[in-house]
Each structure stands twice: as C-alpha cells, then as structure tokens.
C-alpha cells in the first residue's frame, strides 16, 4: 500500500513537472497588453491615409463596442497630410500607405516605428459609355502610356487589341473621345503606391516621372482623396482614374451601376487579373520575410508586381506611424498610453477578422508577430509599457 501511494505521488509528481512549464509558457507567449478598463474614458486623436480609412473606421466602431470609454477620431486627410501631422506631434498616430522616405525619417520622430495594419489593392476604374460591366484588360505599360498622355483616345489600337470581350472592344473602337484622366490632388500614399508600381512597369515613367506621394502629373485632372477620385469617375463619362479597391467596390455610378474597374496583366505576363482579396494575398505572400523591424528603414518595402500567376500586380501594405516615446505626445499619460499600446495590437490581431469582407487582406501570422514586437517597444518616460517575449 505504502509503495502504491508512493508511485501515485511520484506519478501525479511528474504530470506537474511536465505540465507546468508548457502552461506557464503558453500564457507568457499569448499575453496581450492589459485592456482597458471600465473606468478608462480615452479619445486617440489620428489621421492620414484614405486608402485604410474603411478598415481603420471599422476597427473605431468595433473597438468601442468592446471597451465604450475608448474613442477615436481618424481623419482621412491623405498619407502626406498624415506624415506631417506625425512629424511635429500633432496625432497620436498616422496611416500612410507611404513607408518613410529618407528625408521624411529625418523630420518624424527618432525611432519612429512602422506598422503594417492591412493589405490591399488599388485598381484602375472607368466611366465608359457603353461597358457596364469590370473587365477592360490593360497592361503596364498602357497604364503608363495612359498617364503620360502617350495614349489618349479610347480607341487607341493599344488598348482595342488588348481586348478579348466582343463588348467592351466594340464601345472602344467606335468610341473616339479623349480619355478624361483623373488623378489625386493630395499627397496620398495610393499615388505613392500607384507610381511605384508604374515606375517598375515602365522605364519612361521611371526616368520622366518616378515614385511619391505627389508627382507632376503630364496629363489630368485632380480629386482629394480615394474618395474625390471615386466621385468624379462616377460622374464623369470617358474618365479613368485609380482607387482603393474597397472605394471602387463602394460606389456606384450615376447610372446606378457598381463602379467598373480593369484587369491587370500580371507580372508574369500569363493573365489578366481581377483585385480581389484573394489575388492580393498571392501578392503579398512572398513578403514576409524580407520586411525590416518596425524601427528600421521602410523606405524601400514594395509589394507591387510581384511574381506569380495569380498575384494581383498593384497592391501595397498600408501603415501606422507611431511614436515610440509616447510622453512626448499632448495630453498623453502612462495609463493612456497603456490604452493606446492595447488599441494597435487590437488592430493588428482581432481586428484583423474584420479585413476580408471590407476587401483587405488579414496580415499574415509572421507579419503580425513583426507588428507586436514593434509595439512592445513603445515607452513612456522611458518605461516599456508592455513586453513581448
């Protein structure tokens, strides 16, 4: 009998030896920053990108659901807008879809750090009469050609023979009107991200134009914001302009139709592709592993033309901009700041359910660890405010 309970203590002995580790383990490497509590009564204060703006208005309305004492207020001013206003502390944190240029990270903050929060498509959308329906197949280089003003009727035989359905090349061919351009007006990270792509599709766009938030547009007219693009798509027949994806799928034209939008030739020159959450994704796949820290230099991180036969060829990671020394923020103290370390990693984990049906794509697993890491480096006074193992 004495030897029996002997062996059940040593047995029940080495049960807990074997389970306590990995369960103190476990809890330790799922921690996420303390949350709000009930009493806590914030307003973040931020603004930036029009291109996150669904997604960041989502997660405002989301998140005060859960924690009601938490507000935010997100301005979509446009990506450059945001970048100043990060710059002399005027938000409590930006959206861009621009990563920092080198005489942008002199001006921000010292250790500024970077947070992908989304991924997502920007798409070249038309008003053309007679075509009600998604599917103008242009490639690369028309696109360039198109904003050089190089191409500037509809029924330029470089666009017509793209062509494959009977429907859109007949309204082209007989359609000789100038192709109203529209671009953005602001400094906006979707331009950034737009004429990055055009400057890896064409070499003549590259060495006339280049890649920036704001570029000197050869041919067009100017709308703020995703939104002031989309709008005058809408209105104005014979136009094409770019937009987020989210906006183009939002909208409807004049005619009440959904907005139309091209398919883009793919970087392996196999397909015209649709935008969709999943064409995006096979863009953004191949990232992951070659993205800096979010304290180093972003300046050079693309996800446009990527290789693969189903990767959508205009796509871009969209950011937050945060300080990681939060005293030096107006109105900041550690326990808002505590609360504001809470409502990134909210968004960079469960917030990220919400992407899918608002067209983004969740941030892969290994690009969420990268943004937690950054966020376990914001300080006050010094202090790290929560750690990430």
């Known amino acids: 009998m004495h030897s029996m309970t002997k062996k059940i203590f040593l047995g029940l002995a080495l049960m807990l030896i074997l389970l306590v580790p990995t369960t103190v383990?476990?809890?330790?490497?799922?921690?996420?920053?303390?949350?709000?509590?009930?009493?806590?009564?914030?307003?973040?204060?931020?603004?930036?990108?029009?291109?996150?703006?669904?997604?960041?208005?989502?997660?405002?309305?989301?998140?005060?659901?859960?924690?009601?004492?938490?507000?935010?207020?997100?301005?979509?001013?446009?990506?450059?807008?945001?970048?100043?206003?990060?710059s002399t502390k005027k938000v409590d944190f930006a959206g861009t879809d621009a990563p920092l240029q080198t005489y942008e990270i002199a001006k921000a903050p010292k250790g500024t750090l970077t947070i992908p929060e989304s991924i997502g498509a920007i798409v070249i959308t038309y008003n053309l009469p007679g075509v009600q329906q998604n599917g103008l197949k242009l490639t690369g280089d028309v696109i360039a050609k198109i904003y050089l003003g190089q191409i500037s009727t509809w029924n330029d035989q470089r666009i017509v023979k793209l062509q494959t359905d009977p429907t859109i090349a007949k309204a082209l061919q007989n359609d000789r009107n100038k192709i109203i351009l529209v671009h953005r007006s602001d400094g906006s990270g979707t331009t950034f991200a737009f004429t990055s792509y055009l400057s890896q599709v064409s070499s003549d766009w590259n060495n006339r134009i280049g890649h920036?938030?704001?570029?000197?547009?050869?041919?067009?007219?100017?709308?703020?914001?995703?939104?002031?693009?989309?709008?005058?798509?809408?209105?104005?027949?014979?136009?094409?302009?770019?937009?987020?994806?989210?906006?183009?799928?939002?909208?409807?034209m004049a005619s009440g139709i959904p907005m139309t939008y091209a398919y883009v030739q793919n970087h392996d020159k196999t397909a015209f592709l649709d935008a969709t959450v999943d064409t995006t994704a096979a863009a953004a796949s191949g990232a992951a592993p070659s993205l800096p820290a979010a304290d180093g230099v972003w300046s050079s991180v693309s996800i446009n033309d990527a290789p693969g036969p189903n990767a959508y060829p205009i796509v871009t990671f969209t950011y937050l901009l945060v300080n990681p020394n939060l005293e030096q923020l107006k109105g900041m103290d550690k326990h808002k700041a505590q609360d504001l370390v809470h409502l990134l990693y909210w968004f960079v984990t469960d917030g990220q359910k919400y992407s899918t049906k608002l067209l983004y794509v969740p941030l892969p697993s290994a690009v969420q660890e990268l943004d937690k890491k950054g966020i376990s480096e914001m300080k006050f006074n010094g202090q790290q405010l929560w750690s990430y193992p």
């Open 25 to 86: 383990l476990s809890a330790r490497a799922e921690s996420a920053p303390p949350a709000p509590g009930d009493s806590d009564k914030y307003n973040f204060n931020a603004g930036g990108s029009t291109f996150a703006f669904p997604i960041i208005d989502k997660w405002r309305v989301e998140y005060n659901k859960l924690y009601p004492g938490i507000t935010l207020n997100y301005q979509a001013i446009g990506s450059g807008a945001g970048i100043k206003l990060f």
């Open 212 to 252: 920036s938030t704001s570029v000197p547009w050869p041919a067009g007219m100017g709308g703020s914001g995703n939104a002031g693009v989309a709008v005058i798509v809408k209105k104005v027949p014979e136009s094409l302009g770019y937009v987020e994806l989210a906006y183009a799928k939002g909208n409807k």
